[in-house]
């Protein structure tokens, strides 16, 4: 297609989309949380520290984790035994003998132990302060925008406040308790624990409280931890008491938290948790109150400030609700600020609970108030994890990418054991879930935790970053964790006698039990769809690094002998080899794995595949719109990707729902897991921008506004990241596309997609694509 004009020496900056000012980065409350801390409390974390807030007036509980207190300590569930049965196993399936295959896997294929370690929370800090059960003009909230939590109120004429945030360049929690009028602030503090043999110990200037972590499932505690608190007050005295330090008469107290473990990595746990904690104390003592909030702004918004959305609103008055009332109404009222703030709370949780050098967001992030939590809290890989991260790189969250980068390089290594004592085939694996330990043996039984899949799906992260990045070093750092993922199936794909196809034996379609009553199957659809994105990608940075030539033409040759996506009789994309949808019993299932392949891959796009399209969206269709928060805030990605943006917005008014949305905004499986808050907000992202395909002669295309809905018919964004290599600022009136620019970051050719028009576009690295209007008034900017 012809090229546009090209303006010389035009300023990419005069390019500034209209923004509406309003409430969509301030959670807000009349009432403090009353019950449960994790629907209710509200979330600060540094990415290693936590905190949730109840924001009691009299009888504050605050409910303290680290990312790396974990129950046990560094195990192998692995063991050479199991290759002894893999033949047997696979005899089975290809026998059709799929209930006796299942349970020759129970038997002699999982993990010892058959439960991986859970995520434990690690102490309580509460604060008693008599006579305010009663008190007027009260308010909690979480300014986005800065990362703080602010309660307050008024007692007999006084105004209290209390702000909370976690300091990520101080490695500390901040709690400030304050009073407009002096010597008001009285205040007893406590530590408390779940974990059995804590050991607590108060002085005038703080207060301590260690332990261990809890043995599971036979295996020993290995973990020391220890929070410490320093106590600053201004005015007043302390008396420090058997269980409690007790503050009276003071102007205010500010309390420095540090929280840590002895855990060195997954295989040390030697490191001392108090020396950690003095020092981060000391450190940040260095520094007055001011100062510490300024320097935790001003870190947290070099994240957060990358990048803003503004759906406008017809109907600004609903932003001064409190915001449990706007998620009660969100389904019912035209309120496109309640999803503007969905999007940016997940971007707070991201940059939250998974900064470099801490873990990966787990099932509940950061936050957890139990010693066993909902399904460990763990890392779990058939679908959880990944959607944690899906749009981190699109928000120009990068860098929250790392621990989960840090993590693949760790099961690796892991992974090469079971690999080798489970399949004696070299490379690495991971099954459905993983811990701190960085377990990757198949667990919790044969139904679920047989797919050997997880390792697979969570490297193409590491190919994902190099997409948006282009950073070939870090590239060729991940490569060999790529490699060793696609080594495994090479070394145990075997060819199906039933098809003649290569597959996966033993697997399954995550969770989903087909026909015969149990899930174990050979070469389900989604295996298939991820193996043919992992030996591509693999393929591609192997041509990126320029090595292993011989090793590409051999996974591009397997690549060709995996199943092809099929379409059974109801007109549905197969979730197995064999048409066996229509019988299975759960038609229903939360789980929608086949469809992968339409998100978060690109394997089939109503752009490029219209057939399989179409059976996409009738196996959608059948297996309905309900689910759980994290299926619902999946189905909104799929819905966007089949550019429906009504399907999709309907979809995220059920996810910003009672039932699917907690007051706090957490997402509610039910219980709390944190992917349905990622996944949804990557589906409004999806709505407004997407960057997955390719055109026929293998340019990458940005698809602008592809499933907008009408209830956004106005708004603008900034910052928004495509792969290979471009920056998006975009505004839209009237359903219709206003203005855009679109900045190269490197060099590099692009087709833009707007509704039914393309374009294509050849850029250095710092050109500018503006439009005006459409396509057709597109001029090159240098």
């Not at 801390?37 to 109840?54: H, R």
Request: hydrophobic share 40%; aromatic share 10%; net charge negative.
């Amino acid at each position: 297609m012809p090229h546009r004009s090209i303006l010389i020496s035009l300023a990419l900056a005069s390019f500034a989309p209209l923004l509406v000012a309003k409430n969509s980065t301030l959670l807000r409350y009349d009432e403090p949380g009353q019950f449960e801390p994790l629907s209710e409390g509200l979330p600060i974390g540094n990415g290693n520290t936590g905190a949730l807030v109840m924001g009691r007036a009299a009888d504050e509980r605050i409910v303290l984790n680290h990312d790396t207190l974990w129950a046990g300590g560094p195990y192998d569930p692995s063991y050479p035994e199991a290759a002894e049965a893999l033949p047997k196993i696979r005899e089975l399936l290809f026998q059709n003998k799929h209930s006796e295959a299942q349970a020759l896997v129970q038997r002699s294929f999982m993990a010892k132990p058959m439960r991986q370690m859970s995520y434990q929370s690690m102490a309580d800090l509460l604060m008693k302060v008599p006579g305010h059960e009663v008190v007027e003009d009260y308010e909690r909230s979480l300014d986005l925008t800065k990362a703080l939590a602010t309660v307050s109120y008024v007692k007999d004429g006084v105004r209290f406040t209390r702000e909370s945030f976690a300091s990520a360049p101080d490695g500390v929690l901040v709690f400030r308790i304050q009073a407009d009028q002096p010597s008001s602030v009285d205040v007893t503090l406590q530590l408390d624990s779940l974990h059995d043999g804590a050991r607590q110990s108060y002085w005038a200037e703080g207060m301590r409280i260690a332990g261990r972590n809890s043995p599971s499932e036979g295996i020993e505690s290995g973990l020391r931890w220890e929070v410490e608190v320093s106590v600053k007050r201004e005015g007043g005295w302390a008396l420090p008491g058997d269980g409690y330090l007790k503050i009276r008469d003071a102007d205010s107290v500010t309390l420095l938290v540090a929280a840590d473990t002895s855990y060195v990595n997954w295989k040390d746990v030697s490191g001392d948790p108090h020396e950690r904690n003095a020092a981060k104390v000391v450190a940040a003592s260095g520094y007055e109150y001011e100062e510490l909030k300024s320097r935790h702004i001003a870190d947290y918004q070099s994240l957060y400030d990358r990048v803003e959305l503004n759906l406008e609103s017809p109907r600004p008055d609903l932003s001064r609700r409190p915001t449990d009332a706007r998620i009660a109404t969100f389904s019912q009222d035209n309120d496109p600020a309640t999803a503007e703030m969905y999007f940016n709370f997940a971007r707070y949780l991201l940059i939250s609970c998974s900064r470099p050098g801490s873990q990966p967001a787990n099932l509940q992030g950061l936050w957890n108030d139990k010693l066993s939590a909902p399904w460990g809290s763990k890392y779990t890989i058939n679908i959880n994890t990944e959607m944690n991260y899906w749009a981190a790189q699109v928000v120009q969250l990068g860098e929250c990418v790392e621990p989960l980068a840090a993590m693949l390089h760790e099961l690796s290594e892991s992974g090469q054991r079971t690999a080798r004592n489970f399949y004696n085939a070299s490379g690495w694996v991971t099954h459905h879930n993983t811990d701190l330990w960085r377990a990757t043996a198949p667990i919790d039984g044969a139904f679920w935790g047989m797919w050997p899949m997880g390792g697979a799906w969570l490297s193409l992260f590491l190919w994902e970053r190099y997409e948006f990045s282009g950073d070939i070093a870090t590239l060729r750092e991940d490569y060999p964790v790529l490699k060793g993922a696609a080594q495994f199936f090479l070394d145990t794909l075997v060819e199906d006698p039933r098809t003649g196809y290569l597959v996966t034996a033993p697997s399954n379609s995550p969770e989903n039990a087909h026909h015969a009553g149990v899930t174990n199957a050979a070469g389900p659809t989604m295996d298939n769809a991820i193996l043919r994105d992992l030996f591509r990608a693999v393929g591609r940075a192997s041509e990126v690094l320029e090595v292993d030539a011989a090793f590409r033409d051999e996974v591009k040759a397997t690549a060709l002998r995996l199943s092809p996506f099929k379409i059974g009789e109801a007109g549905q994309l197969q979730e197995w080899q064999f048409d066996w949808d229509l019988g299975a019993p759960e038609m229903d299932h939360r789980h929608i794995s086949h469809l992968y392949a339409l998100h978060p891959s690109n394997q089939i796009s109503p752009l490029t595949t219209p057939e399989l399209t179409k059976a996409a969206r009738r196996s959608l269709e059948l297996r309905g719109d309900e689910g759980t928060g994290w299926s619902l805030a999946w189905k909104v990605n799929f819905w966007a990707r089949l550019l429906e943006g009504e399907r999709a917005h309907d979809l995220l008014e059920l996810l910003i729902s009672p039932g699917y949305c907690y007051t706090n905004m957490f997402d509610a499986h039910p219980p709390f897991q944190i992917d349905g808050n990622f996944g949804g907000a990557n589906g409004i992202t999806e709505m407004l921008l997407q960057s997955h395909l390719e055109d026929e002669a293998g340019v990458p295309m940005i698809q602008l506004l592809p499933a907008l809905p009408a209830s956004w018919p106005a708004g603008s964004l900034r910052g928004f990241k495509t792969r290979s290599g471009f920056t998006v600022d975009m505004a839209w009136e009237g359903g219709e596309l206003k203005s855009a620019l679109v900045r190269a970051d490197r060099d590099g050719s692009v087709t833009f997609v707007l509704g039914e028009k393309r374009e294509r576009f050849d850029l250095k690295k710092g050109d500018g694509i503006k439009l005006s209007e459409g396509l057709d008034s597109a001029e090159i900017l240098r």
